[in-house]
């Protein structure tokens, strides 16, 4: 999953510590990550599997939720002391490579300690940047639009694929308008990936090829004006409501019957409420392009790690190993590599998000990933908290849309 992963708790599991070599021959390398409470439980698991597959190698561990993560891993990688492996997102691939900080693990494949065949959907190129391999996808995921079935129903709305924007937005007026106490929609007018998805419907995509942004100020001076009518109107969830259910999201708690977000995601939703939740197709403008891909938490290793071998067989083993797959589930996105796809056999929320999966897949939709440029993050975090503010009403659209062109050509250096 890109950035946007929400993360539920704080929990540490071992120590940070560091790493090394003992006279034995052993070697310990650290490992961190960042998720929910239920993920730190299923990676303890795969690291014991691991280490008995490999007891020349021991693993710590350190989990923290996501903010936390970025926070400790640039001290860290400021004092040169970066965890030896750690998850990552295609987000922070060229902002941290750029950096030099991430282990290119190219010589690590032709050396045989990692194997980057049998991905999924073209995943094992995810992590290529500029030539260089820096990450490999645990897991693979891509946008849907989470709702409720039921009131979708009650509105005389099926969502398909080839739906388009016009048949959306009619459901969500009509479901705000039954007065029910439920909004037709969360307001994801804040949403980088969401937007992302509309513009390359349109042509253009929310970052260039050229580590630029590829929309002008009056195109999101339309996206944003649309969502803040739509608010006005009271078919979308007002800010301060959908700020008081945190950190469910607004469907989980039941205030809104649909949400824009990852596939996987609702396996979490799923475990928030009592109401029956489904995946859709993203609405399109012509009945065809959705403008989705594949996105992926990865692992990455420290370009100062004194155990690339090491650390390039830990990543093979957590993507290809199919007990590992078995234990991890959904967890992380659609497991990336046929040997783990197929030991696991997904029920429930797990098989939703399989079945979407290769509908979209099946449908031919899934387009090529641009590369976010570094300072993606910064632009991702300006841009939700701008529309934030548009929405609370403390500035306006206007003012909203220069903010975000001047700090984002900042945070891309141009």
């Given at each position: ?8 708790g704080?929990?540490a ?35 014991t ?50 950096k ?23 995943l ?47 459901a ?19 949403v ?17 090829a ?5 929309f ?8 944003w004006?649309?969502h ?53 197709p ?10 989705q ?122």
């Amino acid at each position: 999953m890109g950035v946007g992963v929400v993360a539920l708790g704080l929990l540490a599991v071992g120590c940070g510590g560091g790493s090394g070599s003992s006279a034995d021959g052993k070697v310990t390398i650290r490992y961190s990550w960042w998720g929910a409470a239920d993920r730190a439980e299923l990676i303890k698991k795969t690291i014991t599997l691991f280490e008995k597959k490999h007891p020349n190698i021991t693993v710590k561990t350190d989990f923290q939720e996501y903010g936390d993560f970025w926070t400790k891993f640039n001290t860290q990688a400021a004092g040169g002391n970066a965890p030896d492996v750690f998850q990552n997102s295609v987000a922070f691939l060229r902002k941290y490579g750029e950096k030099n900080l991430l282990l290119d693990l190219n010589s690590q494949v032709k050396a045989g300690n990692l194997s980057l065949k049998d991905f999924r959907a073209g995943l094992e190129k995810a992590g290529d940047i500029d030539g260089k391999l820096l990450g490999v996808p645990v897991g693979g995921n891509t946008f849907a639009l989470v709702y409720n079935p039921a009131e979708f129903k009650k509105v005389g709305v099926t969502p398909k694929l080839g739906w388009t924007w016009d048949e959306y937005n009619t459901a969500v007026k009509k479901i705000s308008e039954a007065k029910d106490g439920l909004y037709g929609a969360s307001d994801n007018g804040g949403v980088m990936y969401l937007y992302d998805l509309y513009l390359r419907q349109h042509g253009k995509a929310f970052f260039t090829a050229d580590k630029t942004l590829g929309f002008t100020e009056d195109d999101l001076r339309l996206w944003w004006g649309d969502h803040l009518a739509a608010n006005k109107a009271g078919d979308l969830v007002p800010a301060k409501k959908s700020e008081q259910v945190k950190p469910k999201s607004s469907v989980s708690a039941d205030l809104s019957a649909s949400e824009f977000t990852w596939d996987n995601f609702l396996v979490r939703y799923g475990a928030e409420t009592k109401t029956a939740l489904a995946l859709a197709p993203i609405p399109t403008t012509d009945g065809k392009k959705t403008g989705q891909y594949i996105s992926s938490l990865m692992l990455s290793g420290s370009a100062r790690t004194k155990h690339p071998k090491e650390v390039a067989q830990f990543i093979d083993f957590m993507t290809h190993d199919p007990g590992v797959g078995k234990i991890m589930g959904y967890n992380r996105g659609v497991l990336p590599t046929n040997a783990q796809f197929d030991a696991y056999t997904p029920t429930g929320v797990d098989a939703q998000v399989a079945a979407y999966e290769k509908e979209v897949a099946a449908a031919g939709v899934i387009e090529p990933i641009t590369p976010h440029p570094a300072g993606a993050d910064v632009c991702e975090a300006s841009l939700l908290r701008i529309y934030g503010e548009i929405a609370q009403g403390t500035t306006s659209v206007d003012k909203g849309v220069s903010t975000f062109f001047s700090e984002a050509k900042t945070a891309l250096g141009s």
